[in-house]
């Protein structure tokens, strides 16, 4: 919110300053003065002026400086912060690759060695015999 006020703050001095200089400059030309006096009195016055401006410049310039390395501290935290979610992420998702590849892997063997005994069966079906042997049908 500071940096919003400051930003506000800035044009608003801006103008009271471009005010100050037309309304000096009307004032010495009206006045009644000699031209060296008039001459002399704007020099004093663009004088006061630039050094006034100079000095919000480099306000300025603080205040934009301190703002650029602000919103770098914090982008490169948001970046800190979003690599090591990722990192997170990465770390879980292989766990739970790793985890899905041991079921199946689990799921295959257990399938294949359900599969075996169902052919042993099968075969000994289809040659006619009940689970008997060759040596008990002789």
Do not use: H
């Amino acid at each position: 919110m500071s940096s919003n006020r400051g930003s506000n703050v800035s044009p608003f001095f801006l103008g009271a300053i471009a005010g100050g200089i037309v309304g000096a400059t009307v004032a010495l030309l009206l006045a009644p003065a000699e031209g060296s006096e008039v001459r002399q009195g704007l020099g004093d016055k663009f004088d006061d002026l630039s050094e006034s401006l100079s000095n919000l410049l480099q306000r300025a310039k603080l205040s934009a400086e301190k703002a650029l390395n602000d919103g770098r501290d914090e982008s490169e935290r948001i970046i800190e912060d979003a690599k090591s979610r990722a990192e997170d992420l990465i770390e879980n998702a292989d766990k739970t690759i790793s985890a899905a590849r041991k079921a199946a892997s689990n799921r295959r063997t257990k399938t294949a060695s359900t599969d075996g005994a169902d052919e042993d069966i099968l075969d000994s079906s289809m040659n006619g015999n009940t689970g008997r042997s060759n040596a008990d049908t002789e």
